[in-house]
Nanobody
Framework: QVQLVESGGGLVQAGGSLRLSCAASGRTFSSYAMGWFRQAPGKEREFVAVISRSGAGTSYADFVKGRSTISRDNAKNTVYLQMNSLKPEDTAVYYC???????????????WGQGTQVTVSS
């Protein structure tokens, strides 16, 4: 079992930045690829970014490329999502997830956090 707890969400003005964190406990953190997803009101949950076990490989959804950076610190059992140039359409609940493979497919992730709200005002 892996327990995931997100933090760092909040209210920010358009153009601002936030850094989300996801702290993991339980089984070895470095054994998992880590992903970030988001769900806006009335919409399905969607992929944002993923990072490989070592951190050497990353992949991003087109809508965050160039604006966000995913990273991890395996010594601290934590994955981060740095988001810059935030837009009102980035408003959503952001979830981190742990899985066996590097993928954008939600169903491939076995463990999920409870989510953290990000609200971007115009």
């Amino acid at each position: 079992q892996v327990q995931l707890v997100e933090s760092g969400g909040g209210l920010v003005q358009a153009g601002g930045s936030l850094r989300l964190s996801c702290a993991a406990s339980g089984r070895t953190f470095s054994s998992y690829a880590m992903g970030w997803f988001r769900q806006a009101p009335g919409k399905e949950r969607e992929f944002v970014a993923v990072i490989s076990r070592s951190g050497a490989g990353t992949s991003y959804a087109d809508f965050v490329k160039g604006r966000s950076t995913i990273s991890r610190d395996n010594a601290k059992n934590t994955v981060y999502l740095q988001m810059n140039s935030l837009k009102p359409e980035d408003t959503a609940v952001y979830y981190c997830a742990a899985g066996e493979v590097v993928t954008d497919k939600e169903k491939s992730y076995a463990y999920w956090g409870q989510g953290t709200q990000v609200t971007v005002s115009s």
